[in-house]
């Protein structure tokens, strides 16, 4: 079993930034990679970014490319997501998610095995 546990979500205006943390118990956190997805009202979840175990392969979703960055701390448990320069369709409730058979970061939501509850970005225009 692995819990996940996100915060650092709220209300910004557009062009500001927040960074979004993910705690992991339960298992050895080195031995998963992560990903941050997302889902508007109306809209399917998605995939933001991912990374893997060693935190030394990422990869992110087209429209965030350049803006949102990102890591995780081995030592600490958690992954990071740091979200610069928001725009109103950044809106959406996001999730961390826990893939424990890839080594490398995956873009299929099928892969995730373990789910946070969501934090709340809102980004006002």
């Known amino acids: 079993q692995v819990q996940l546990v996100e915060s650092g979500g709220g209300l910004v205006q557009a062009g500001g930034s927040l960074r979004l943390s993910c705690a992991a118990s339960g298992r050895t956190f080195s031995n998963y990679a992560m990903g941050w997805f997302r889902q508007a009202p109306g809209k399917e979840r998605e995939l933001v970014s991912a990374i893997s175990r060693s935190g030394g392969s990422t990869t992110y979703e087209t429209s965030v490319k350049g803006r949102f960055t990102i890591s995780r701390d081995n030592a600490k448990n958690t992954v990071y997501l740091q979200m610069d320069s928001l725009k109103p369709e950044d809106t959406a409730t996001y999730y961390c998610?826990?893939?424990?058979?890839?080594?490398?970061?995956?873009?299929?939501?099928?892969?995730?095995?373990?789910w946070g509850q969501g934090t709340q970005v809102t980004v006002s225009s």
């Open positions: 998610a826990a893939d424990l058979s890839s080594w490398n970061p995956s873009q299929k939501l099928n892969n995730y095995d373990y």
